[in-house]
């Protein structure tokens, strides 16, 4: 099993550029679903979720070409299996995303119940409410929801929860649903946006994206187009806490300024010396930052995705900070591993107080979700001598070579086996 080796204490200096957003890719993977030509994907990151997906679509029997830079394109032409199954779904529950679009098009989906994950139960409730609405018929049996449907039909739907892919599967739903279909109290997420901007792309008619009420008008069928996903707003804030943390000089190209917007002023609020340019950001730190407190919720507050890697930060800046963490229920995972660097954190339940230490002390760690392994590098690259951290197939879930990155800003960083 991989690991990570870190030597802390180098300040990063020098160039990267963000890639492609996970979490708009991967909705957009599924959307191909929707049309019977092909959906080119440009910028695409290469990620281990990303070739998951691709594997899923694949054994339904969509044709997907690569080519050498980032580019995907997706032909759903010839689907001839409505399954997604437990093998493949157990390792991403983002493979619920086909079970909008699949109902949609082919009037019929067997997915794998995704089951819970290390940060949460994370039902599916909301999604399969959702999909009743526009009349969909779901049960569940053997680990498995069955949908079928004679024809979807537009709908007025009000999620009981601010769900990003609950909204992500309606929506692409309701885009080939009969009439129109109204989603209140919808995720207002970027990556929902960019979705949206896709969808149109391809003939839909969405309004309202980015805020509580999407409209969907339903058509009758969508076409291919090529997409330009939207750069990662978490690949650039992760970056942006490293290069703030270990004292550097870095310059983001590529990045996602605009959707970041939240995180840099919370970065600013804690002392980072931050330049904003179109799409790039520079960092040009040389003073310890002051701990900063903060609670999780859904866009454009402060994302739950970037919480553990705000935790490292305030393990070694000057002062106590209080993080909440509102959206998922067991999202703390990391704070028994930054323990074992140091850091002193108490947990009262889902509130964790930190209180920044001089210096955090290498040891050897483990990596327990995406963003928690992320909060487990950083914190690498400044504790004092050589810090190890296993199971880190989490990371490449989410992160590109993401030791190449670090590596060529200066961090003494290694992948051992
Ligand atoms: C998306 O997950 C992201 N994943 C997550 O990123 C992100 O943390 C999360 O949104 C919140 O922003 C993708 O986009 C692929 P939710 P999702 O449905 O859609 C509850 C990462 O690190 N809920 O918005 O699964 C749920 O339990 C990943 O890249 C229901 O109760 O999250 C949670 O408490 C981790 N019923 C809250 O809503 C439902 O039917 C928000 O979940 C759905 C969700």
């Excluded at 019929?108 to 999909?131: F, M, N, T, W, Y």
Aim: with cysteine.
């Amino acid at each position: 099993m991989d690991k990570l080796v870190l030597s802390g204490g180098k300040k990063l200096n020098g160039e990267i550029r963000i890639s492609g957003s996970k979490n708009a890719a991967l909705p957009m993977m599924c959307a191909a679903l929707l049309a019977k030509r092909p959906l080119e994907l440009k910028n695409v990151p290469h990620l281990r979720d990303v070739t998951t997906m691709l594997s899923l679509l694949g054994q339904m029997g969509v044709e997907v070409t690569l080519d050498e830079q980032s580019s995907v394109v997706l032909d759903a032409l010839n689907v001839n299996t409505l399954v997604a199954p437990y093998d493949l779904v157990k390792t991403m529950r983002a493979s619920i995303l086909v079970l909008g679009p699949l109902l949609a098009r082919f009037g019929e989906a067997k997915v794998s119940l995704p089951g819970g994950c290390a940060i949460g139960q994370r039902p599916v409730d909301q999604h399969i409410k959702g999909l009743r609405a526009l009349g969909a018929r779901i049960v569940m049996g053997r680990g498995y929801i069955k949908a079928t449907t004679k024809g979807l039909k537009g709908a007025n739907v009000t999620m009981d929860v601010v769900s990003v892919t609950g909204t992500e599967n309606l929506m692409m739903a309701a885009t080939l649903a009969e009439g129109q279909t109204i989603i209140d109290n919808a995720a207002r997420e970027p990556e929902v946006v960019d979705l949206a901007r896709c969808l149109i792309n391809m003939g839909a008619q969405i309004k309202g994206a980015g805020t509580k009420k999407i409209i969907v008008r339903g058509v009758n069928e969508l076409s291919g187009t090529s997409y330009t996903v939207m750069s990662d707003r978490i690949e650039t804030g992760t970056f942006l806490v490293a290069a703030t943390m270990t004292g550097g000089k870095v310059r983001l190209i590529n990045a996602n300024v605009n959707t970041s917007k939240v995180i840099i002023d919370k970065l600013i609020q804690a002392g980072a010396n931050l330049e904003m340019g179109n799409e790039v950001l520079s960092v040009n730190q040389n003073r310890r930052l002051n701990a900063i407190s903060f609670c999780t919720a859904p866009f454009p507050n402060f994302p739950t995705d970037m919480q553990a890697q705000f935790m490292a930060l305030n393990t070694v800046a000057t002062g106590k900070s209080c993080i909440e963490e509102n959206i998922f229920e067991n999202r703390f995972m990391h704070v028994q591993e930054l323990r074992r660097l140091g850091a002193n954190i108490t947990i009262k339940g889902n509130v964790a107080l930190i209180e920044g230490v001089p210096k955090l002390e290498a040891a050897k760690v483990m990596a327990t979700d995406l963003r928690a392994s992320a909060s487990l590098v950083l914190a690498g690259l400044v504790a004092d001598g050589e810090t190890t951290i296993d199971r880190i197939y989490h990371l490449d879930r989410g992160y590109e070579r993401i030791e190449e990155k670090l590596g060529n800003l200066g961090a003494r960083i290694k992948r051992t086996n």
